[in-house]
């Protein structure tokens, strides 16, 4: 009897352990920079599943790791201002001591592999984006008290560019398509990054940093997120119908409806955080749906 209890309470224990430790996996993911890290990766995935350019892992591991610390050092640098915004956040990072040792560390490996395995105009390009992205929050971050939604714009510059990368990386020609698919990862993170202002609504103000948001108050902001998401669906559209792009991209389509239902819960509250969390996970899906479009086609054509 009582080894069946002991059973019993050891597969309680186990599971506990599971669950603490996928519990510990998901704050990681969420609060510790990695889902944007991931976003950056999808984006130069759907760069390669687009225009057949084949990757290797060394773009793949320097995207990654770029986006990561610049993320990191945001969140933490931001970590005590956003106890009121963003709490849950701010006492992980302050709770683990995410400290500037981290990011120092993944600068250093970021910067040997492009040493190694890359080009010196690779090796230049990837650190300025890094020092502009960590110079982001104590510089260019307060141009937006003098420059309307300036830190939407020029974050998601940043991620455009990552539509790009690879043909740099790999000395191909940048086409019109590469250019038109740069353009629309810079609408969607302008949609992303004007919904994240929402939260941090009356801390910018307060700050006065000139967000979309801030400016146009509850009442409005609502709209231009919607007419935001409209306009993409207009440009991959456009895009398709002149052949800059080919008719799979198509398949990202559905993402639009996945940005209405978080758009539209944020809408009714502003503090419902989930939907902040589907918004930073919408750049993953990019390269899953395109990659499920072309695979579709293909099989279409057999």
Known sequence: MSSNVHAVSSGFGFRNDIVMLMSILWRELV?????????????????????????SWDILFVTYLLFYAIYLYDY????????TTNSSRAKYLLCKNKSKCTVIITSLVLLTIMMVFTSVII??????ILILGLLYGSHFKKLTKKIPAFKNVF???????????????????????????????????????????????????????LTVPAILGDKKYPFILRLINIVSVVFILGCVLIGLLPVFTLA???????AVSYINRVVKSRKEYTSYIFAAFEPIMWSIFIFAGKYVTMLSVF
């Open 31 to 55: 609060f510790g920079g990695h889902l944007f890290a991931l976003g950056s990766v999808s984006v130069v995935m759907a760069c390669s599943i687009v225009f057949m350019i084949p990757v």
């Open 76 to 83: 933490t640098q931001g970590a005590s201002s956003d106890e």
């Open 123 to 128: 090796t230049i390009i990837g650190m300025s």
């Open 155 to 209: 974050v998601s510059i940043v991620w455009a560019f990552m539509a790009i990368f690879a043909f740099i990386y790999y000395s191909v020609p940048i086409t019109y398509g590469a250019i038109m698919l740069a353009l629309f990862v810079f609408i969607r993170m302008m949609n992303i990054q004007i919904l994240f202002d929402v939260r941090d609504l009356e801390g910018d103000r307060k700050d006065g940093l």
């Open 252 to 258: 990202v389509i559905p993402m639009f409806y996945y």
